[in-house]
């Protein structure tokens, strides 16, 4: 499948992300979201990384104009997956709606177009259920920041065709990311190992095994990773991580997901990370 023209179904932090590398990759991108409002935080969103790029001297000024020149903006969902030959959903993290959303562009969408989910935990298997082709739903797991890290999970449903796992495969590829293909098992592959380290580094924190500063060098230093899993969850969301933890606990009936009290707790009182200011550590405010 030679995709073209791209709807990407949510203009957060994800889908403004994937907006961003299908853009730069060449692809026509209809960027939606519920409201104006949101679109334009979006592709504000694309333009200062693409800003960031540029003064790095990792993207050229032309490269810059071409990226954003290919992404048009809307708020009606079937406006976006009209013409669209991948129609990906980077909606919260919600079963329900993210089965609503597919079903709704389903109906409108090209019959030959790959529809995907950017799910980082649920069932790909549970989310094509009540598609009337489930066979060209597959997961396209990206990471955060997508312009910048490498990996794209591409996970298998039950029903999921080799053509579709195929297309994403290349895709991704197009797209400058490396692919890896798991079975959609609760968590797959990445987010089952990082959450299990994750998890772990808060049970440390919790119980004063050392600050959350040194637990994070421990394995920036010792180990090479990138940034440290307490920097990381508040990356990601303190209240992403915990319904993640929530999910696997119960999908997975394993006491290494059951969700630490602190991180309950951060939740409760609104310290989701960097988006709120303060998580594990204090930040800006956004």
Do not use: W
């Not at 032309?62 to 708020?75: F, H, K």
């Not at 959303?101 to 935990?121: G, I, Q």
């Not at 319904?243 to 602190?262: G, M, N, Q």
Request: glycine share 8%; charged share 30%.
């Amino acid at each position: 499948m030679n995709v073209r023209r791209v709807a990407v179904l949510g203009a957060g932090t994800m889908g403004r992300g994937i907006a961003h590398v299908a853009a730069q990759a060449g692809c026509e991108v209809v960027l939606r979201d519920v409201d104006d409002a949101s679109v334009r935080r979006g592709l504000d969103g694309i333009r200062q990384a693409l800003d960031v790029g540029v003064q790095k001297g990792k993207v050229s000024a032309e490269e810059r104009e071409a990226t954003l020149a290919r992404i048009t903006t809307v708020t009606d969902a079937k406006q976006a997956a009209r013409e669209a030959d991948l129609v990906i959903e980077a909606v919260p993290e919600d079963l329900d709606l993210k089965q609503r959303v597919l079903k709704e562009v389903e109906s409108v969408a090209p019959p030959t177009a790959l529809l995907a989910s950017n799910t980082s935990s649920l069932s790909i298997t549970a989310i094509a259920y009540g598609l009337r082709r489930p066979e060209r739903l597959v997961g396209m797991h990206f990471f955060n920041p997508p312009h910048l890290l490498k990996l794209v999970e591409v996970v298998r449903g039950d029903r999921t065709s080799q053509d579709a796992t195929d297309a994403a495969v290349a895709l991704a590829r197009r797209m400058g990311k490396e692919p890896i293909v798991v079975r959609d098992t609760p968590g797959f592959a990445s987010s089952r190992l990082g959450l299990a380290l994750g998890l772990e580094a808060m049970r440390m924190f919790e119980a004063g095994v050392a600050s959350a500063e040194d637990i994070d060098k421990a394995m920036e230093l010792g180990y090479n990773h990138p940034m440290g899993p307490l920097k990381l969850t508040d990356l990601v969301g303190l209240d992403v991580r915990l319904a993640i933890a929530e999910h696997l606990h119960k999908s997975l009936a394993s006491d290494v997901f059951r969700p630490p009290e602190v991180l309950r707790r951060l939740v409760r009182v609104g310290k989701l990370g960097r988006k709120s200011g303060e998580g594990f550590y204090r930040y800006d405010k956004p």
